[in-house]
């Protein structure tokens, strides 16, 4: 169990700082923001950081979920890892997209 749980510890951190975002007033625009005019970027900066906390929960529960099923052998490391990657993908295409209608809305 000792093993499962710093495994999951690292999923966890892993998805903690994917989702981190601590740019200074003189860094660059986030990756999703650098579309943008110059004069829209902080703004964007801003909701984007909100996104990526109103997401963190529910990306923190499926990792949680799926070591669980990882422990009790429903799916093998592989599948765990494809999995994740494929919500991890398509949390971030929803969050682009609602990123992009609360720009549209500004």
């Known amino acids: 169990m000792k093993h499962g749980m710093n495994q999951l510890q690292w999923i966890l951190?892993?998805?903690?700082?994917s989702l981190a975002n601590t740019p200074s007033a003189t860094s660059a625009a986030?990756?999703?923001?650098?579309k943008y005019p110059?004069?829209?970027?902080?703004?964007?900066?801003?909701i984007w950081k909100?996104?990526?906390?109103?997401?963190g929960p529910v990306i923190?529960?499926?990792?949680?979920?799926?070591?669980?099923?990882?422990e009790e052998g429903k799916i093998n490391g592989q599948q765990h890892l494809a999995e994740n990657m494929t919500?991890?993908?398509?949390?971030?295409?929803k969050?682009?997209?609602r990123l992009k209608e609360?720009?549209?809305k500004e």
């Open 30 to 34: 986030d990756p999703p923001c650098d």
């Open 13 to 17: 951190v892993v998805l903690t700082l």
């Open 102 to 104: 609360r720009m549209a």
């Open 60 to 70: 923190a529960q499926f990792g949680l979920d799926q070591q669980k099923r990882r």
């Open 50 to 55: 909100a996104l990526n906390k109103e997401d």
């Open 38 to 46: 110059p004069a829209q970027q902080p703004r964007c900066t801003e």
């Open 95 to 97: 969050r682009i997209e």
């Open 87 to 93: 919500f991890i993908k398509q949390a971030t295409e």
